[in-house]
T-cell receptor, first 117, second 112 residues
Framework: DADVTQTPRNRITKTGKRIMLECSQT?????MYWYRQDPGLGLRLIYY???????NKGEISDGYSVSRQAQAKFSLSLESAIPNQTALYFC????????????????FGPGTRLTVL | AQSVTQLGSHVSVSEGALVLLRCNYS??????LFWYVQYPNQGLQLLLK??????LVKGINGFEAEFKKSETSFHLTKPSAHMSDAAEYFC??????????FGKGTMLLVSP
């Protein structure tokens, strides 16, 4: 079974609809992240959470919100989807700093392809 | 703040040729550096990482990268390209206790 799973894998929706993308992990990591990928722009950080009670905005948080329901679950919501939110969305996890340092190696889910019409 | 510049959005090589993907970084503190690979319709997979130990880092699938502080570079190389290496490659930088910042990616095309 995959360590980081995302649901749904594909979603087509209409402008103005509320959408939730879900991420679950079995790696036991404290830290979770949401990114969006657009062709030619790489990955850009939307939100991140270093533990269940911690939520932080990333580079491009406008139009998005998140919920950290448990250590293993981190959801991304688009309150009112718009066409320029059409993208590939990735969830990632990483471990908390250990005795050997904080390398921030991240482990990625398979992605959710979202199309907003 | 950190930033990454990947030179060349597309790189084309022939099978068996040297692969060189360029990455330059900017960081106000000693960085951690990563190369990730993304195969079609998949998530990102870590190829290798530099974490202030050896400057020449070996990764999976025959790839390696050398950290050069004086040049602020972390270029990815492989002596002989294989068709299965065709993918998009991302360089990323992180400061200690900070988040990852990704480059825009380089698509590697391998021709027979």
């Amino acid at each position: 079974d995959a360590d980081v799973t995302q649901t749904p894998r594909n979603r087509i929706t209409k402008t103005g609809k509320r959408i939730m993308l879900e991420c679950s992990q079995t790696k036991g990591h404290d830290r979770m992240y949401w990114y969006r990928q657009d062709p030619g722009l790489g990955l850009r950080l939307i939100y991140y959470s270093f533990d269940v009670k911690d939520i932080n905005k990333g580079e491009i948080s406008d139009g998005y919100s998140v919920s950290r329901q448990a250590q293993a679950k981190f959801s991304l919501s688009l309150e009112s989807a718009i066409p320029n939110q059409t993208a590939l969305y990735f969830c990632a996890t990483s471990d908390a700093p250990g005795s050997s340092g904080d390398y921030n190696e991240q482990f990625f889910g398979p992605g959710t392809r979202l199309t907003v019409l | 703040a950190q930033s990454v510049t990947q030179l060349g959005s597309h790189v084309s090589v022939s099978e068996g040729a040297l692969v060189l993907l360029r990455c330059n970084y900017s960081s106000s503190v000693p960085p951690y550096l990563f190369w990730y690979v993304q195969y079609p319709n998949q998530g990102l997979q870590l190829l290798l990482k530099y974490t202030s130990a050896a400057t020449l880092v070996k990764g999976i699938n025959g790839f390696e990268a050398e950290f050069k502080k004086s040049e602020t570079s972390f270029h990815l190389t492989k002596p002989s390209a294989h068709m299965s290496d065709a993918a998009e490659y991302f360089c990323a930088v992180s400061a200690p206790y900070s988040t990852l910042t990704f480059g825009k990616g380089t698509m590697l095309l391998v021709s027979p």
